[in-house]
């Protein structure tokens, strides 16, 4: 009995679904280090490093294959690693790369910022070319993170898309970021290192001693009493400025009193390789120099000229340069007569604390000045110490936290450095070495913070073209309305079919679009937040086209139509009272869901009933012709419900127009 039982479970349609449903469990790929990952069906096969894919994921053996997924990683160009892709035309480039394919059409396009990392979701058929008019279909996502861009795609024949476009999406979809840390490299994501560095005065080449000013020497973390890493003769100009920035890069400016704007020098002391950016400083006058440069806790470098009047920063996530102040603080300080006199040094170099305070070091006696950067107000105290020796020469200040996270401030003397006790006033030997300038920024050293995704956008805005179905041809003379209700407001087409329309995130429009010697189209949008593209088709009344009754449904497993169905097929009457001379065939199709004849009866039974629908209506039974397909010519994988949902459909071709 059990045994009979058993058989009879196995047997049963709700058994053999279920088998139906079940299937292995996908293969996981991962990078090399773990922080993203991707599941491909086992029926795939992966291929690693293929034109300059990191990953190729084929539907078959064969080759060339119907279908195949790519997965590429890229570094972001330098210019572009620390914007919002999303909110600098990411979209639109994507969509005009579209647009410039052979009778291409929009699907969907979207985009989303999601904080930790932001993406656009693209898909879109188009031909690939007159020669090879095989019609392609493409479905991927770009997403960039920490200075990164991922793109993974599916492309693959439409005429194969009943077999692997539905595992292609999947597999698409399938990417994502794993839990391990990820090394950004946007600026401001950044942590800045503890090693920081000093420009060389002189250095001793070719047996004797020479003005340098181009080495810099790196100390590791906070610990200046050890030997230094030398980089020798890196800048390609002498320098007196050196700032280090959050990607542990050093960025450096000439000492020459050119009085023209300056690009700044980036070197990288990892790879020992520099070159210049597009950041330009403004001409500093003639009599000065550029004299000394710090960071801030946010990251900007600054910039300052020898007579202290010209402060500038840069800001290296955009590219920003900005004059803080033209006038020196100090003129308005009482001491300010004191260290100005003629023969005086400069008081023009300095370092920059986390409250927004500048401290200066005047050359002459070593004795610390204090401004503060919101106000421009300086203090009005001269702070001097002891323990320094009485001959000039002090050239720069470095603001460290210690390993303990205890405040150090650095001298840079004549011919040694010094560890300043602020509280006390007093300097003391920390080794012995001239440098022009210190850099440094562990002062400001914070775990990265992961972003928040921002909050939706307030509108959005639906933007395509309006095409020919058969061509992919614009069609700009059309009429598009859309609204809340009714036929809704017409919406301007531009001369190469495009329109754009915005809405409320969250509300549903309706949507019409028609032409003459066109079957007109209608439906309903969905706004969801942000901007989105996708084309409208209209199918030309001719001889062979095909269009589906998307929303005609039976009952399961039988011929009888659901009500939801009405509104539809009353377009289809209006349609054929509308064109007298136009006769159709109908086409039934089924899932492949039992015995392959039953389902040739049942796609047969719904055709006559949607025919009868029509005659009934007033349609001349002459003018309808059908056929059932059964499951013969699926539009979808019937792997899944999801998909083979789409393959119990009908359909209409024309075949006569007069």
Known sequence: ????????????????????????????????????????????????????????????????????????????????????????????????????????????LDQQDLGSYEEIRYEYLYTHSSAVPTRLHVVGRRVWRGGYQFQIEYRGEVSQDAQYLAEGKELVDSFAFTEKAWPSLRYAAQVCDNKFYGIAATGFYNGRWEDDCRTIHEFPANDLTAAPKVHRRVLPFQSYALA??????????????????????????????????????PAQGSENVWISAATDDRGDLYFNSSDGNLLVKVTPSTGKVTVVWFNDPMQKAPFYYEITFPGAGTHGNFCLDDANTMYRVYSTDGSLLKVNLKTARAHPERMKLEGLPKRGGYSDLLMQNDAGGRRRLYLAGPKAVYQVDMARRRATLVRKGTYTDLAGCNLFQVPPRMAPAPPPPAAATWRGRVLNAATYQPLSEAQLRLGLGGFGNVVRLNPNGTFSYQGKPGTTYTYHAQLTGYIATDSTWTAGPGPYVRDILLQPLSVGTTVALDNVKFEQGQAVLLPTSFPALNKLVSLLTDNPGMTIELRGHTDNVGPPEKNVVLSEQRVGTVKAYLVERGIAEARITGIGFGGAEPMASNNQENTRRLNRRVEFRITGVQ
């Open 244 to 281: 280090k920035g959050f990607d542990n890069c050093l960025y450096s400016v000439t000492k020459a009193p050119t009085d023209a704007p300056e690009y700044v020098y980036r070197y990288d002391p990892v790879t020992r390789k520099g070159a210049y950016t597009t950041w330009q400083l």
């Open 1 to 108: 009995m059990k045994v009979f039982l058993l058989l009879v479970l196995l047997l049963s349609p709700a058994a053999l679904y279920a088998q139906q449903e079940a299937a292995p469990p996908p293969t996981v790929f991962t990078d090399a280090k773990g922080r993203y990952q991707i599941a491909y069906p086992t029926s795939w096969q992966v291929r690693k490093g293929i034109d300059g894919a990191e990953a190729t994921f084929y539907a078959t053996a064969a080759r060339p294959a119907p279908a195949y997924v790519t997965l590429t990683t890229q570094l972001l160009p330098i210019q572009q690693k620390d914007l919002k892709l999303t909110l600098r035309g990411g979209q639109d480039s994507v969509w005009r790369i579209i647009q410039r394919l052979p009778r291409s059409q929009v699907l969907g």
